[in-house]
């Protein structure tokens, strides 16, 4: 069994032959400040998201209130230094805060949801109403979590960053196995900002045709190349970290993109959608427009009923207004079946009546 190619998030259907799903990731953005938190769904709105997304725990959901070596950030992570209980307590969103945060976001016609990191955060989220759930990277690997959210039978979306092809398979069989076959897969390297070599992002096209179900990228990575990189690689959902303003100096700040670059994101992954088109070669409006200014044979000078068509008097020119060019070597010799002024286009009409030219159509 495979997951369905395509789902709906809310009301915005999710797959192949649709939109980007643009998730706008707040993250410890919000600074411990529900006003900011607030302004930041109204930007997000403004900026062209489709949702919005949290994250929901708590630091003792997450770590152990310990300074012991094995408790404190990576030392190649932004956070190096920091244990990782004062992290966790310092980006956590409070509970309190989801249920406002959702009602601003329906208010601007975008999705709340959240990423939880524990099965009792599942049903909390799950009576909010949310309706999807997002699996973080370092969560791809605990299927209790996984089979929680996957029970609630709304779409879930998994985030690869730490994982293997194993645990990628075992977490979307948790899922499958749970019942639900609304299923994403997102490609993601965790890592702070990641750099360029670490995107891969042809990894997208590869998870949807290994796994099945609507792949797409979380991406961690400085400015937009890899968002508007991934369009035409598949790209079903693409989630990038958002932050009202960097200089609040929150945890996340530096791998996220402020308003205005959020914005021109969501605007240039638009443009690629459209550039896209359709596949197989055929003549689009702007072609066809163009025809009109492609070259023709031309009179370059009057030429009498009866005088023969020659290099003196005919050429090929623009813009489209006769004959094309291929019936050049034919025409040459053949007598005009009427006067043409200088400056008209040959066309069939031009000929002798018993003139063939065998021209297609």
């Not at 997951?3 to 600074?31: C, K, M, Q, T, W």
């Not at 897969?185 to 900002?193: A, R």
């Not at 896209?276 to 009498?304: F, K, M, N, Q």
Request: proline share 7%; charged share 25%.
């Amino acid at each position: 069994m495979r997951p369905d190619p395509g789902f709906a998030i809310g009301a915005r259907p999710v797959g192949p032959g649709h939109p980007v799903y643009v998730i706008a990731e707040l993250s410890a953005n919000h600074g411990g400040d529900l006003d900011v938190a607030l302004r930041s769904v109204d930007a997000i709105a403004d900026a062209g998201a489709d949702a919005v997304k949290v994250q929901t725990y708590s630091a003792d959901s997450m770590t152990l209130d310990s300074d012991d070596p094995a408790f404190m950030a990576r030392v190649d992570s932004p956070w190096a230094g920091t244990r990782l209980y004062d992290l966790y307590r310092e980006g956590a969103l409070p509970r309190e805060w989801h249920a406002p945060l959702q009602q601003r976001a329906i208010e601007r016609g975008i999705d709340f949801f959240s990423s939880p990191f524990d099965p009792e955060t599942v049903d909390f989220l799950d009576a909010l109403g949310v309706p999807a759930f997002k699996i973080a990277s370092l969560e791809i690997v605990d299927t209790p979590l996984i089979r929680r959210a996957a029970a609630t039978g709304k779409p879930v979306i998994l985030s690869t960053g730490i994982a293997s092809e194993r645990d990628i398979r075992l977490a979307l069989d948790t899922c499958l196995d749970a019942g639900n076959r609304q299923v994403a897969i997102l490609q993601c390297t965790t890592q702070y900002p990641t750099d360029p070599e670490e995107m891969n992002l042809r990894s997208i096209p590869w998870l949807q045709e290994t796994f099945g179900g609507p792949a797409g990228l979380s991406d961690h990575s400085l400015g937009i190349a890899a968002a508007v990189s991934a369009v035409p690689l598949g790209c079903a959902i693409l989630e990038k970290h958002f932050i009202l303003d960097r200089s609040l100096g929150t945890l996340d700040d530096r791998f996220s993109l402020e308003p205005a670059e959020f914005a021109q994101m969501v605007r240039l992954v638009r443009d690629a959608e459209t550039m896209l088109g359709e596949p197989g070669y055929h003549l689009t409006p702007g072609r066809v427009a163009g025809r009109r200014s492609a070259r023709s044979l031309i009179a370059v000078r009057d030429i009498a009923e009866g005088e023969a068509f020659s290099a003196r008097n005919v050429r090929s020119l623009r813009p489209n207004i006769g004959l094309p060019p291929v019936c050049l070597e034919r025409l040459l010799g053949q007598p005009a079946g009427r006067d043409i002024r200088r400056g008209e286009g040959i066309t069939a009409d031009c000929l002798a009546p018993d003139i063939d030219l065998e021209l297609e159509s």
